[in-house]
């Protein structure tokens, strides 16, 4: 039977771009700025500490072998250091988390016996305590506010004769909960096939913790939802309720929602390219995984957030953008071959709904021109906007259909030499008029997909998937919406 879990990372957000690590008693070849993110596969080094060589094959040298942190001196009989080491971390902000978690050597399983640890408020010293690490993951508990700076002194190593070493700071901790802990959990992922508006997916959970502790819950937490079909889709807290003493509600949602919280100054552009300009929008905030060919673009946005400016690119671009079943956000086309989801997979009921016919579909395109007396301001700078309309009529209308035309005005990326093939596009888009939907038990579908839903009455139905309503049990269950 499949699995289904959250992750929640209860951590700081923003902490480990943000901090400076700074260690006195490091050795020279100690990488100390990697330890808030990490070692990659840490490999098991190969030393001259006492009883730690395998002679298995597996040890490395150190010249192959990144290290975050290893203390210069080599602890005595008793574990015990003549000067304790210590990792000094300052921020520029103020933090606030539920602990630390401390990532030693996990290659070699060794780890520090006796750490201590200080959270400061510039020059106040807002909490101390002492801790006894049992294993090579220890999550030091201690709920600290607003602080600006750590030092963590490593003062004593479980085992003698040897060197303390790090390879992760984390601050905060990783939590799972499973579905025995979980008393209801929905998402709503979708997406706009042609990104005539970008849409935020959502998930709301409620949790009744079996670990008697207080979760901050912190805003732009990140939240991974997994199940043995793959990762459902990463997602940001966005405000919770506590309803008793360890259940709490959560509401999420993905990183197109975070997107919204910040706004974008806008521009003026010309022939300037599309995946430059995505990334000048989104930042260092969020990994971008573009599939989609770069094109080039004129025109301009307007101040907006970025969510609106991301909508604005995407749709001049041709491209579409969806976060679920991955870490990042995925630019891409379409793709038009489909995967036929089986009758074995899919609940009865599978339904088709046919929109009204789409008798006209108009595009404006944008010129932007430097004026004094333009009525278009960006930056501080006055634009004169001209437009140009472009139109794509549907041969088909009868006499019998009624006018239906889609006008498109606000497109602002959107210049006259692409003007005619965006309307084209628009259209072709309102052309498909079916929309199937059908509950499914999921099997890693994306958004996007192009998938085929089995019918009652014949041929089956091949369409993008556009809306994915999931219920959260071991087995998974999709009410999908495919256009």
């Excluded at 098991?44 to 094959?57: F, K, R, S």
């Excluded at 060794?110 to 200080?118: E, G, H, L, P």
């Excluded at 907006?304 to 995407?314: F, S, Y």
């Amino acid at each position: 039977m499949s699995k289904t879990q959250i992750l929640y990372k209860d951590v700081a957000p923003g902490a480990d771009e943000n901090a400076g690590v700074s260690s006195p008693g490091a050795a020279a070849f100690s990488d100390i700025v990697a330890l808030p993110f990490g070692l990659i596969d840490p490999k098991p080094v190969a030393t001259l500490e006492q009883d730690n060589w395998a002679l298995d094959g597996a040890f490395v040298l150190r010249e192959h072998q990144p290290v975050a942190f290893w203390s210069a001196a080599i602890s005595g009989a008793d574990g015990a250091f003549g000067s304790s080491p210590s990792i000094t971390i300052t921020f520029s902000e103020q933090f606030s988390s539920v602990g630390i978690t401390l990532l030693f050597d996990t290659a070699t399983g060794d780890y520090c016996s006796a750490v201590n640890i200080k959270w400061y408020q510039q020059d106040t010293l807002k909490a101390e305590q002492d801790f006894s690490p049992d294993a090579v993951s220890y999550f030091c508990s201690r709920a600290v506010t607003a602080y600006d700076k750590i030092v963590i002194t490593l003062k004593r190593t479980a085992k003698p004769y040897r060197y303390a070493k790090l390879e992760k700071i984390l601050f905060g901790i990783y939590r799972y909960f499973g579905m025995t802990e979980l008393r209801r959990a929905s998402i709503v992922n979708e997406m706009n096939l042609i990104a005539l508006e970008l849409p935020v997916s959502t998930a709301r959970w409620t949790v009744d913790s079996r670990d008697n502790l207080d979760f901050m819950f912190q805003l732009k937490q990140p939240v991974e939802v997994q199940n043995d079909s793959g990762l459902i889709g990463v997602y940001y807290i966005d405000k919770h309720a506590r309803l008793a003493q360890n259940v709490y509600d959560i509401e999420c949602y993905d990183a197109i929602g975070v997107l919204s919280e910040s706004k974008f100054a806008g521009g003026v552009y010309s022939g300037k390219s599309a995946k430059v300009l995505l990334q000048e929008i989104v930042g260092s905030d969020f990994e971008l995984n573009i599939e989609a060919a770069d094109i080039n673009l004129t025109g301009a946005i307007l101040p907006c957030t970025r969510r609106e400016a991301m909508q604005q690119v995407l749709f001049a671009w041709g491209a579409c953008a969806a976060t679920d079943g991955r870490e990042n956000i995925r630019v891409f086309a379409l793709p038009a071959t489909a995967t036929q989801i089986s009758a074995d997979r899919t609940f009865p009921g599978v339904a088709s709904e046919v929109a009204a016919i789409v008798t006209k579909v108009s595009v404006t395109a944008h010129t932007y021109t430097q004026d004094s007396s333009g009525t278009v301001e960006i930056n501080g700078t006055k634009y004169r906007d001209t437009t140009a309309g472009y139109t794509v009529v549907n041969p088909d209308v009868t006499a019998n259909d009624k006018e239906n035309a889609v006008e498109v005005t606000g497109a602002t990326l959107v210049s006259p030499a692409i003007g005619q093939a965006t309307a084209q596009r628009v259209y072709d888009y309102y052309a498909r008029r079916s929309t199937n939907r059908a509950r499914v038990v999921w099997a890693g579908e994306r958004l996007g997909d192009r998938v085929g839903l089995p019918s009652t009455w014949g041929d089956g139905s091949d369409g993008n998937l556009a809306k994915m309503e999931i219920t959260l049990s071991n087995t998974v269950i999709a009410a999908v919406e495919t256009r």
